[in-house]
Structure formats: C-alpha cells, structure tokens
C-alpha cells in the first residue's frame, strides 16, 4: 500500500478539523466527478494503522450541512482505498437519558433532508440500494468496544433524526421527533451513510451529545456559545477513542456491505453510457466494465 492509500477513514465532523496524532503523514488532494472534497484528504499512520482523515466541513468550518460535497468526499475515499469509514458528528439529544457530553452509535436514521443530492446515480442509471440497517454492525461494535474502555457514557443503538439545518429545530419540531421515538438529531449523516453504502463501505457514526435541543422543560433555547463549549470537550474524547477504535477495524471484512451493489444495479449494462461507466468506474467497476 503506498503512502496515499488508507483502508480506513475519519470523516470530522464540526471542531473535529485535525488528527495531531497521526504520523508519516501525506496530503492528498483528489479530483472527482462530482467536484472537490470538503479539503485536502491527509494521509497518516495512526496506532500503527493507515488511516485517511477528512474534515466535513473543511478546515475552519466553510461548508454548512446543506453544502458539504459530500459525493466528492466519499468517492475521493474509495479512490484511495478505503472500505470503513468513522464518522465523528455532534449531535443534539431528544432524551433526557442522553445527557451532553455522552456518546451515542446509532444504528438507525430518520431523513428529514431535502436539498442534497443523494446517490451517485442520479442519471442514466437505477440503482436501489439497501438501506434498511444503515449503519454497518461490526464497525459499530467495535467502536462501543473501545468505548467501554475509556470514561465515557456510551449508548449503543439508537435512532438519528437527519435534519437539513443550519438552523436548529423549532420546538413543535423537537417535539415531533420526540413522539416518533428518536433518540438524537443531527444535521450530517444523511446522505454521507447512503453514499458509503453505495460505495460498499462500512460506515459508523460516533455521534456526541452537544445539547438537548430545544424539547427540553426548563432549559434555555440551544445556544451557540454552549454548544461550541461541549463541542470542544467531545472533540478531545473522540481523538482519544479513535486511537482504540481503528486497530480493531483492521483486517478482512466478513459484513455485507462490501458487496451492497450486487443485487442493486437494476439498469441493464448496455444501457448505461460509456462515459458514466467510466466516471464511475471505482464504484461499479466490478460489477460493469
């Protein structure tokens, strides 16, 4: 594997904009079909593993959720090989048992965006891909594994509300979510899970608890000023749990999602024109020449 080539990859989430811990490090900027990455995707040896760091926001916050160019982002990654992704996100809690400061892995979400693009094949080619667990299992295990062993309060399971942001839920909204069972929300992880997992990669959020939103009887409206504050306390947690967490995604993949396209390229080959089969040729190559 060369030095610009990591089988695993962070994606940061807000505050989340540098891994200081990585070493032998190399930038790589990659050119897409769908645009450029958030930024330059830096390359670098951490616990003895390669992995790939990308901010999702780039570095010094200038994409909102709407904006991330998430397509570029996740077909960058595949380009340089990677097949697990670790999303860090911040997200707001609609429990009071999900205090700030914790640490939830989701295995369900609620979409509730509608400006993003949010599948490679928006064109010229039907793909229904299998979202039904959007979450891989055994990527998501091994972060609650680590994260038993560290001083945090981690809650595994639980549903992801996606909203589109920037700005925060009105109550009638928190309220909403509430009564449909969910347990956090956030603004990031739709479409970037859908897009893995049409990529074929393993994808898993850490998603850490900033707020209660604004559901909350007696708490004052979400702040910035309080969010940035927890903000900064979990971005120091989850550097710390990623150096437990990636060596124990290493090794060969024995889920499903490596192989999520196989039955879900429903547009018969001869039908799909040449210079898409070309573009996307890192993702369905091996499954159309």
Same mark, same amino acid.
């Given at each position: 594997m060369s030095k610009a080539q990591a089988e695993i990859a962070v994606i940061g989430g807000s505050g989340l904009y540098?891994?200081?811990?990585?070493?032998?490090?190399?930038?790589?900027?990659?050119?897409?079909?769908?645009?450029?990455?958030s930024d330059s995707i830096v390359v670098g040896d951490l616990a003895g593993v390669r992995v790939a760091f990308l901010p999702r926001h780039g570095r010094g916050h200038r994409f909102n959720p709407t904006h991330i160019p998430v397509r570029a982002n996740i077909y960058a990654l595949k380009t340089i090989g990677v097949e697990r992704v670790i999303?860090?996100?911040?997200?707001?809690?609609?429990?009071?048992?999900?205090?700030?400061?914790?640490?939830?892995?989701?295995s369900q979400l609620i979409d509730r965006t509608r400006l993003r693009e949010n599948t490679f094949f928006d064109e010229h080619m039907v793909t229904?891909?299998?979202? *039904?667990?959007?979450?891989? #299992?055994?990527?998501?295990? &091994?972060?609650?594994?680590?994260?038993?062993?560290i001083d945090v309060n981690v809650h595994p399971g639980g549903t992801m509300v996606v909203m589109e942001g920037p700005a925060f839920s009105t109550r009638a909204e928190s309220f909403m979510y509430r009564s449909w069972g969910?347990?956090?929300i956030g603004m990031t992880a739709l479409p970037e899970a859908k897009?893995?997992?049409e990529a074929e990669m393993c994808y898993a959020?850490? *998603?850490?608890?900033?707020? #209660?939103?604004?559901?909350? &009887?007696?708490?004052?409206?979400v702040s910035v000023e309080a969010v940035v504050q927890n903000l900064m306390k979990n971005v120091a947690t989850s550097k710390e749990l990623l150096l437990r967490t990636v060596p124990a995604l290493t090794g060969?993949?024995?889920?499903?999602?490596?192989?999520?396209?196989?039955?879900?390229?429903?547009?018969s080959p001869e039908m799909?024109?040449?210079?898409?089969?070309e573009r996307l040729a890192p993702i369905i190559g091996k499954y159309i020449s």
């Open positions: 540098d891994m200081d811990a990585l070493t032998n490090v190399d930038r790589v900027d990659v050119e897409t079909p769908f645009g450029n990455p999303s860090v996100s911040a997200v707001g809690s609609l429990k009071e048992e999900f205090a700030p400061l914790d640490l939830v892995i989701p229904h891909i299998g979202i *039904a667990d959007p979450f891989c #299992y055994n990527a998501s295990q &091994a972060i609650h594994r680590a994260a038993q062993q969910a347990d956090i897009l893995a997992r959020t850490m *998603a850490w608890i900033t707020d #209660y939103d604004v559901w909350r &009887a007696n708490t004052e409206e060969r993949r024995n889920c499903k999602c490596g192989d999520a396209l196989r039955d879900a390229i429903i547009t799909i024109p040449g210079d898409m089969k």
